[in-house]
């Protein structure tokens, strides 16, 4: 039942949850579970920031996992106030910006430097020039009557309120510097590209094939723009708009916020409620500007990730990696190539909705998320291809652990490495625990740029293949604003793949209302449509597995399915008429590999073994 908050502190945490979870406060009573109100790992990151800024406290991620109630946290926080003073943090301050606007930024006279990753892939860049591998792009649908003028001035807003879409990377002295250009001087257009004149059974084959063009359209980070817009027009009331961003400005959240925005300035210029022009500049929005920008956050985190704060983040994922493979041994369906290759392609699926919900069900009753529950499940499906039981699986974190930077574009996604030792033959269950240990343990280690930890561990390097990991695991849960709508018009995504491929096997997950949906990313040199096909197939037999007996041994968890069953049987009676039928079918193997030891045991035609 119900109990509202009866502390100061618990009434605060109430507002914090009821804010991060999008719900009405009536329903977050103080001994309510965070995760049975909606709550996963990427909303408890942003409940551990809040607290942060609220009462001044670093409250570690893992004690939201073990006491998922406010009353819990509440006794907590109020403990650790009166024990001390509390864990103050370094705020993240906007760095000055010295001299001429249209110079290059610079901080006590020296150049504002990139974040991290910003250096990787500006680094990456100089490697191979000229390439889409990193572009993000958005394909959005709006059905209904557009008002193109409004849909510019919308964008060019935001251009302006993001400093990170103005900017351009040049190289000085062999070095990378930022050049962030004034405003004024970097509006946009959205090109529109009219389909109207084309039969109508062919626009929509049109759209995406265009989609795909400009999604594989690089970019030249020295000039810019690294930001760009497009417009298919397929009927006056239907319109598809493609928003590309590098990656170097920006992320899948960033995608988000920018769609956000949309919506919110479409509106506020289309019913006239923006606020009046100001020092000349066009008419602003409603949305209050940003304290800090992506800039600031790059050079407060050359300055923050050093010394003991780095040796402490280091030492964890020198301890956690150590010693791990380097290679994921996939059978794939032709020889892997000397040097990695990055086509691809994907194929969609959508779990039923019993299925969905036993997951969901299962990831409650043992404290764990429904991403450490599908992690887990994937990294059993990987060692059931690979007969492996050491087994790194790449993930990427929103890495948004500050209210500050919630509301910025920017490149702030990170990658961790989820190691999963499976050795002991153990039930899905224990593997869940393992996994949510090493999840829990990577959230608190998360600031640790991807790029450090490769160069801190030395992996062998192979041109071959990605390192430390091959295959990924992605959720699709990035906070997505509740309630806006543009006027007059239904705002949809536009599905269309960029036709590449990062590693050599991505699963997505996004749960959708009722549903889980998923999607297998794979590189095309290495695994044909068909496997994949096969593969999706084997992860829903493993997850109906996995509820049905959670503490079934993996190695004997089902990933055949009914048809593949069937094949075998045929395929067994067919080779193994003359054997006696009183015996089993283990008995038969054993017999046969006594007689042919060095003989395939058995073999599906045209299937993955």
């Known amino acids: 039942s119900y109990v509202p908050p009866r502390t100061p502190v618990e009434e605060m945490l109430a507002g914090i949850w009821t804010q991060v979870l999008a719900v009405d406060a009536e329903r977050v009573g103080i001994h309510d579970n965070f995760f049975e109100l909606g709550g996963h790992s990427l909303l408890a990151t942003q409940i551990v920031s809040r607290v942060r800024d609220a009462f001044n406290v670093d409250l570690p991620l893992r ?7 406010i009353a819990a946290l509440a006794e907590g926080i109020e403990i650790t106030k009166r024990q001390e003073a509390g864990v103050e943090t370094q705020p993240i301050r906007p760095a000055p910006r010295e001299g001429d606007p249209s110079a290059l930024p610079t ?25 889409p591998f990193y572009n993000l792009p958005e394909a959005l649908r709006l059905a209904g009557p557009l ?31 930022q050049v962030i250009a004034p405003a004024g001087e970097a509006a946009i257009a959205a090109l529109v590209i009219d389909l109207r004149n084309l039969p109508e059974a062919e626009r929509e084959a049109e759209a995406i ?4 063009v400009e999604a594989q359209t690089p970019f030249d980070l020295a000039h810019g723009p690294l930001f760009r817009a497009r417009l298919l027009r397929l009927a006056d009331d239907d319109h598809v708009v493609l928003l590309t961003m590098h990656h170097i400005i920006g992320d899948e959240w960033s995608s988000n916020v920018m769609t956000q925005e949309i919506a919110i300035l479409y509106n506020a210029f289309s019913a006239g409620k923006a606020c009046p022009a100001t020092e000349g500049s066009v008419e602003r929005s409603p949305l209050p500007d940003l304290p800090i920008q992506y800039a600031d956050f790059a050079a407060w985190q050359r300055s923050w990730l050093q010394g003991e704060v780095l040796d402490a983040q280091l030492a964890y994922w020198k301890e956690q990696l150590g010693g791990s493979p380097p290679l994921l041994h996939l059978p794939t369906d032709r020889p892997r190539p000397a040097v990695q290759t990055y086509r691809g392609a994907y194929q969609s699926f959508e779990l039923p909705a019993s299925l969905s919900k036993a997951l969901a069900a299962l990831s409650r009753r043992e ?23 050491d087994i790194n699986v790449g993930t990427p974190i929103a890495n948004r652990n500050r209210a500050d930077i919630e509301a910025l574009i920017g490149f702030f996604v990170n990658t961790l490495v989820m190691r999963a030792r499976l050795d002991g033959e153990p039930g899905f269950r224990d593997v869940l625990k393992r996994a949510r240990e090493a999840a829990l343990g990577a ?50 995504p536009f599905e269309a793949h960029s036709g590449t491929a990062k590693f050599d096997l991505t699963l997505f997950m996004l749960e959708d209302r009722e549903h889980l949906r998923g999607a297998f990313e794979y590189n095309t040199d290495l695994f044909d449509g068909a496997t994949v096909t096969r593969m999706i197939g084997h992860f829903q037999t493993l997850l109906e597995g996995i509820v049905a007996n959670p503490d079934q041994p993996i190695a004997t968890l089902p990933i055949l399915t009914e048809a593949e069953k069937r094949q075998l049987l045929v395929e067994w009676n067919e080779t193994a008429a003359d054997f006696p039928r009183h015996l089993c079918l283990h008995h038969l193997f054993e017999e046969q590999a006594e007689r042919t030891p060095d003989a395939i045991a058995v073999r599906f035609k045209d299937e993955m073994l």
């Open 147 to 177: 008002d193109v003028a409004v849909l510019e001035q919308s964008l060019n807003e935001i251009v302006r309120r993001h400093e990170v879409l103005r900017t351009t990377f040049v190289t000085v002295d062999g070095k990378p510097q």
């Open 209 to 212: 094939r265009l989609a795909a």
């Open 443 to 492: 959230y608190a280690h998360q600031d640790l740029p991807f790029e450090m930890i490769v160069d801190a561990l030395q992996p062998e390097r192979n041109l071959s293949h990605s390192p430390l990991f091959q295959a990924m695991f992605v959720t699709q849960n990035a906070p997505q604003r509740a309630g806006q709508q543009l006027p007059g018009l239904a705002f949809s």
């Open 107 to 131: 901080v006590a006279g020296q150049a504002l430097p990139l974040s991290f990753a910003q250096q990787r892939l500006w680094f990456l860049d100089q490697l191979e020039p000229n390439s």
């Open 63 to 69: 004690r939201l996992f073990e006491t998922p109630t």
């Open 367 to 389: 404290g764990a998320t429904l991403f450490m529950t599908l992690l887990a499940a994937f990294q059993v499906l990987l060692s059931r291809y690979t007969h492996q039981d």
